[in-house]
């Protein structure tokens, strides 16, 4: 799609073609436009200048032209000394875009038009991030679920943490305990030392990058393909406190897990064990822990042998005998009688 909108409409904002001014100027004035108004002029998605509308994706709102005007002028300074010849086409958006901007309604009170920014397209995605990146000077905290990080996505993101630890920011990373596993992710945090800490759990949220503790990026869809780019201080701190949390749960990566203190089953199984008590189904389980649905129901499999199970309900049953569908007990794991099985349980 950019590259048919780059056909249909060779321009920048400073010089908007007829049907993509009139598009603008209707957004403007009516606060938004439906997606549908936008299909002939891709250049307005393309330049930024309409973007979802975070209360409804089936409309687009427009970038205040105060802001399109300030983004004009950063960019006029940094090609001015490649050419003039867009000074005056520059000059001329600039009053086009303040004449629109005198039509535009006062938001309503507390409303902050760039709080929420819906970034639709992984291009869009990208360049958010990397102004964010370029801009962060202290900290960035991220959570990453799934399982094993492939190493390719760690060798792409490695220049941009490379360049984050010359700056001197610390970075602190979230991931499941199945990315321990993984030698891309030892690789990154030997290559990166002492400017990248990262610690486990037996699950966390879906994907958080937060830079600085003022922009965060969540996900807006499923397959990642939409984000929500967060500014509101409100919901920021609420996503650091989340994260710290977390954190504070979490096990570094430099520390083996903890044992379970039952013969024959690890830390994972026992993750899984807590997850079938609640009643999940395997799928669900494997996605929440960063495995695949095959390796789930082998523990599974191994679990029910451990525990001397012939059956999913009689597992349910040796789960909770064993203790193993909450918080450890304080005593440590059940007596060996209570499982009715020969010495699997750890004294």
Known sequence: MAGHGAQQHPHGADRLCEAGDRVYSRAVRRGRVPRGDADPVPCLLELALLHPDPDDMDFLVPTAPQEVMTRLLREMYDEVS????????AVDAFERYAGLGRQVRPPAAGVEGTAIRVLDGLSRIQ???DEATQACTTEV??????????????SEGLPRALALRG???????????VARHGQGLLTYLELMGDAVEARTLDEVIDRLILFDRTVAFVPANADRTMA???????????????????WRLAIPVTVPLPDTGIEGI???EQSIAALLAEGHQDAVIAERLGISVRTCRAHIARLSETLGAASRTQLGVRIAQAGLDGP??????????ALGRESRIAR
């Not at 450890?328 to 009688?337: K, L, N, Q």
Request: net charge positive; charged share 25%.
């Open 82 to 89: 490649e050419s003039h010849r867009r000074v005056g086409s």
């Open 127 to 129: 360049a958010a991030m």
């Open 141 to 154: 905290l991220t959570v990453q679920p799934g399982g094993i990080r492939r190493e390719h996505e760690l």
């Open 167 to 177: 700056r001197g920011v610390r970075m602190r990373d979230l991931y499941t305990h």
């Open 228 to 246: 929500l780019e967060l500014r509101h201080p409100a919901l920021v701190e609420y996503l650091v406190t989340v994260f710290e949390r977390l």
């Open 266 to 268: 690890s830390h994972r």
């Open 328 to 337: 450890p007990r304080a005593g440590g794991p059940a007596p060996v009688s």
